[in-house]
T-cell receptor, first 110, second 111 residues
Framework: KNEVEQSPQNLTAQEGEFITINCSYS?????LHWLQQHPGGGIVSLFM???GKKKHGRLIATINIQEKHSSLHITASHPRDSAVYIC????????????FGSGTKLNVKP | NAGVTQTPKFRVLKTGQSMTLLCAQD?????MYWYRQDPGMGLRLIHY???????AKGEVPDGYNVSRLKKQNFLLGLESAAPSQTSVYFC??????????FGPGTRLTVT
């Protein structure tokens, strides 16, 4: 069973489109993380949130604790946003336990 | 700050050979982790450390050993490599309950 499910698995968009990536989880969490992995392979943390909403530039992340659901939005998408976006949750009961989604591969075409 | 660095970036091993992957961080983080990433699967935790001199098993520890003799370094060893250990390995570190910082990854192929 997958404790963290992401949708869609693959997403192709035209430059300028508004993009939404969804993440659902089934375990108790202390925090949810959105990560970005570029084709070169490096992984960067975009957001860490435990409630509400956070915004950084064109990226917005929201979380609904009651529904165990989070969304990552990209406004005015650009080809440089092309990457794999990974949702990860930190277990509420084991500080060192993270559950990772399998990622959403985003391709933004010019 | 260099952040989290990993050595080497690429390696090809023959079955049965051994090697050590080095992870170093200069952020004075207490917690360090080794993950492997395989196609179609999420990152999986191999081993982790909550401080200098301590290590613990993650969800896929078999075939790997680790050591944390210095706070800034976390070593991952493969004593006898197997083709099933072909993967991309990521090291990460974190300070308490904050975000994880990842290294650039090591692509390992075992033939």
């Amino acid at each position: 069973k997958n404790e963290v499910e992401q949708s869609p698995q693959n997403l192709t968009a035209q430059e300028g489109e508004f993009i939404t990536i969804n993440c659902s989880y089934s375990v108790g969490i202390s925090a949810l993380h959105w990560l970005q992995q570029h084709p070169g392979g490096g992984i960067v943390s975009l957001f860490m949130l435990s409630s509400g909403k956070k915004k950084h530039g064109r990226l917005i992340a929201t979380i609904n604790i009651q529904e165990k659901h989070s969304s990552l939005h990209i406004t005015a998408s650009h080809p440089r946003d092309s990457a794999v976006y990974i949702c990860a949750v930190r277990s509420l009961y084991n500080f060192n336990k993270f559950y990772f989604g399998s990622g959403t591969k985003l391709n933004v075409k010019p | 700050n260099a952040g989290v660095t990993q050595t080497p970036k690429f390696r090809v091993l023959k079955t049965g050979q051994s090697m050590t992957l080095l992870c170093a961080q200069d952020m004075n983080h207490e917690y360090m982790y080794w993950y492997r990433q395989d196609p179609g699967m999420g990152l999986r935790l191999i081993h982790y450390s909550v401080g200098e001199g301590t290590t613990a098993k993650g969800e896929v520890p078999d075939g790997y050993n680790v050591s944390r003799l210095k706070k800034q370094n976390f070593l991952l060893g493969l004593e006898s490599a197997a083709p099933s250990q072909t993967s991309v390995y990521f090291c990460a570190s974190t300070k308490e309950a904050y975000e994880q910082y990842f290294g650039p990854g090591t692509r390992l192929t075992v033939t």
